[in-house]
């Protein structure tokens, strides 16, 4: 699937389907996001093929990733999976294939192990590598809080420089580049691989600007009605 933006807009992306609309991972959200006018949607898949972030998240209520894919299948929408653990890639891969969403779909991982497992159980899939892992807390801190750190201002500034060796070392074509790490820098450094970059997770219109201004191709957010109308409306 080609993510590129190509002198467009960049695509907005329904995190978790819709995550600030209805509950995250759930049927409904994955709905809600498509009525939004999202270009993909997003989903965690933990072990055992069920919605959820982590596998203590997972209860009776949680899809299997048939019923998400089952019900994707026939919206015209793209189709992202977030495999938030290694040891079931193969099974991921296999369910893609069965629903014929191979072709619009993307893989995504902050795991390097399983992102080249991905890529060699499914090389003609998308595939792109998470930066950084939630076990550094960066998800769960708001710009710009995150951004005005000087822990955080010096990892912005070294980000452009890992991007090549962590793209080669995760065999992905895409970066999922947590948005306060974002930068037009860390953008060109993407694009010279080829890789375009895909900025989590952004839910004001403010920082969707500053995004798409950059040059990212894609914006994440848990509300995508709010990122497709700040998109189409005049800057």
Request: aromatic residues 4%; glycine residues 8%.
């Amino acid at each position: 699937m080609n993510l590129l933006r190509a002198g467009g807009p960049p695509l907005v992306i329904g995190h978790r389907g819709a995550g600030a609309v209805e509950p995250e991972n759930s049927l409904a959200s994955l709905a809600a996001a498509v009525a939004a006018g999202a270009d993909l949607v997003e989903f965690d898949v933990a072990p055992g093929l069920r919605l959820a972030h982590a596998p203590q998240d997972v209860d009776g209520d949680s899809p299997s990733l048939d019923d998400a894919l089952a019900l994707l299948a026939g919206r015209g929408v793209g189709v992202h999976v977030d495999v938030k653990l290694p040891g079931y890639e193969h099974e991921v891969v296999d369910c893609l294939r069965r629903h014929g969403l191979g072709d619009r779909a993307v893989l995504s991982t902050a795991f390097v192990e399983v992102a080249r497992r991905l890529a060699v159980v499914a090389p003609d899939v998308s595939r792109a590598i998470g930066y950084p892992r939630d076990r550094y807390g960066v998800s769960r801190l708001r710009w710009p809080a995150l951004a005005t750190g000087a822990g955080a201002a010096m990892l912005r500034a070294a980000v452009p420089w890992r991007i090549s060796l962590l793209l080669r070392a995760a065999r992905a074509d895409a970066l999922a580049l947590h948005h306060a790490l974002c930068s037009e820098r860390a953008v060109a450094a993407a694009h010279r691989r080829g890789a375009p970059v895909l900025a989590w997770t952004v839910n004001d219109a403010a920082s969707v600007r500053r995004l798409a201004a950059m040059g990212v191709d894609a914006i994440v957010s848990d509300d995508p009605g709010m990122a497709v109308a700040t998109l189409r409306s005049p800057a």
